[in-house]
Every structure is written in C-alpha cells, then in structure tokens.
C-alpha cells in the first residue's frame, strides 16, 4: 500500500512537473508568436513606406515637365490658345494632373495667400503698394503637398 503511494505521489510530481513544462512552453510560443505578429505588422509598414518613397521620387522627377508645360501655357499667345493642337498638347497636361491627383498630389495655393514658410519659399521681395507685407504676389515655380506632406515647396515673390 505504501509502495502504490510513493507510485501515486511520483505520478503527481511527474504530472505536476509536465504541467508547469506545458505552461512554460505555452508562454513561450505565445511570445513568439506574438514577436511575429509585431515584425509582420512593422515589415508591413515599413513596405508601405518603401513604395510611397519610390512614389514621391518618381512624382519629383514628373513635376519639372509640368513646370515646362505651365512656362509654354503662360506664354503661349491668345491667337494659339484656340488651336487644336496646341490644345491636345495641353491637354497632355491634363492628364499628368489628374495622374497626380490620383495620387495623393495636390498644389499649394500661393497667389494672394500670406506667405507660409512652410509651404513656400521666398525667392525676391517686391515693393507692392495695393498688398499688405507677407502677401505673395508672384509664384515662380508651383509648390506640391502629397498626401497633406509637403512635396516641393513653391517659389514665390512676396510684397515688402
């Protein structure tokens, strides 16, 4: 009867032991997986930014033609304006606008607004007797936003 006991007593011990065993390893594979839950979820973003870095690197090397586009647009005379193919060339510009909009690009708003150093940048004070100082009066080159992030900022004459 006693030797059944001591028997009964290693089987508890034993028992007991594999127990807390499969609570160690239960914590363990929690963890890790947990730890993989948390690398996936930061690879994730990490590839997110990845490709919004290429995008906005690509959007960069777009902006120069649509600055050539708007230099031809503004001194393109009143007599072209009414042609047909000068008409389907700006209409290329159309296009690379809309390209971008879909992307998240959006110009900054610069003609008339208070001077924003954050969204522009000064590039000559003009004496301008109707604008209050800080007014922007001239915008040199367009500034971008992509997705509410300032992209390029705009190139603009401010009134002293």
Known sequence: MEKENEQIEDIKKK?????????????GWQRARADFLNYK???????????????TELILKILPILDNFDLVEKKLPENLKKDENIKGILQIKNQILDFLKNQGVEEIKSIGEK??????????????KDKESG????????GYKINGRL???????VAK
Do not use: H, S, T, W
């Not at 007014?135 to 367009?142: G, H, R, T, W, Y």
């Open 15 to 27: 028992l007991e032991e594999c127990q807390k065993k499969k609570d160690e390893y239960l914590a």
């Open 115 to 128: 001077f924003d150093p954050n969204f522009q940048e000064v590039a000559e004070e003009i004496e301008a």
């Open 41 to 55: 979820k930061d690879e994730m973003e990490r590839i997110g930014e990845l490709i919004e870095y290429a995008n």
């Open 135 to 142: 007014i922007i009066v001239e915008e040199i080159q367009k």
């Open 151 to 157: 992209l390029r900022p705009a190139k603009v004459k």
